[in-house]
C-alpha cells in the first residue's frame, strides 16, 4: 500500500509548483505537452512534466522507475504513471483531482476529498481544460488548505 504524510505530499506539490513554474515561462511549450509527445494532450502531464525535470526526490515511486532518458516518451510515460502513484498516497481522491484527463473526473475527485468549499470546487483546474497558471493556482490551493 502506497501511504505518504501530509509533510510529504506538501512537498510533492511544491515540487510540482516549481517544475510547472519552470516550463511555463519555456517559449513553445504548452501546458499539455503535445508538442513534445504528439500522443499526448492531456492534463496529467502535469506528472509528465515533473518527469521530464529529473526532479524526483520527493516521488519514491517516480525515483525508482528510473529506467531511460528523459527525451524517450515510454520513459515519461513509466515516471509520469509513478509520481500519479505517489501523489496518492496522501489522499486518493485528492492526489487524482490534480492529474486526471477530465475535469469533471478532477471535480468529482476534488469533492470527494471533502477538502474543498463549494466555491473552491468551481476551480478553472477542476471545470475547464487547464493551463500551467490553472494548476499552479490549484497546487497553491491545496497546499495553503493543508498547511493550516
Known amino acids: ?11 510533492q506539490c511544491k515540487a510540482l509548483i516549481k517544475t510547472l513554474n519552470t516550463y511555463k515561462g519555456v517559449e513553445g511549450k504548452s501546458f499539455d505537452m503535445e508538442d513534445w509527445i504528439s500522443e499526448c494532450g492531456t492534463v496529467c502531464c502535469i ?16 525515483s525508482k522507475a528510473i529506467k531511460g532518458k ?22 486518493w481522491y485528492v492526489g487524482r483531482s490534480i492529474y486526471l484527463v477530465e475535469p469533471e473526473d478532477r471535480q468529482d475527485h ?33 497546499v495553503t488548505k493543508l498547511e493550516k
Not at 501511504?3 to 512537498?11: H, L
Not at 512534466?49 to 516521488?59: H, I, P, Y
Not at 528523459?70 to 504513471?81: E, H, K, L, M, Q
Not at 473552491?120 to 497558471?133: A, C, I, N, R, V
Request: net charge negative; charged share 20%; with cysteine.
Open 47 to 62: 506528472c509528465g512534466w515533473q518527469a521530464v525535470s529529473e526532479e524526483l526526490g520527493d516521488f519514491p515511486r517516480g
Open 1 to 11: 500500500m502506497n501511504t505518504t504524510s501530509k509533510e510529504q505530499f506538501i512537498k
Open 110 to 142: 476534488a469533492f470527494l476529498s471533502a477538502l474543498f468549499t463549494g466555491e473552491e470546487l468551481q476551480h478553472p483546474h477542476l471545470t475547464t481544460k487547464s493551463s500551467f497558471e490553472d494548476a499552479i493556482d490549484y497546487l497553491e490551493l491545496i
Open 70 to 91: 528523459p527525451d524517450d516518451v515510454s520513459y515519461v510515460n513509466n515516471i509520469a504513471g509513478e509520481i500519479g502513484y505517489d501523489l496518492q498516497g496522501y489522499n
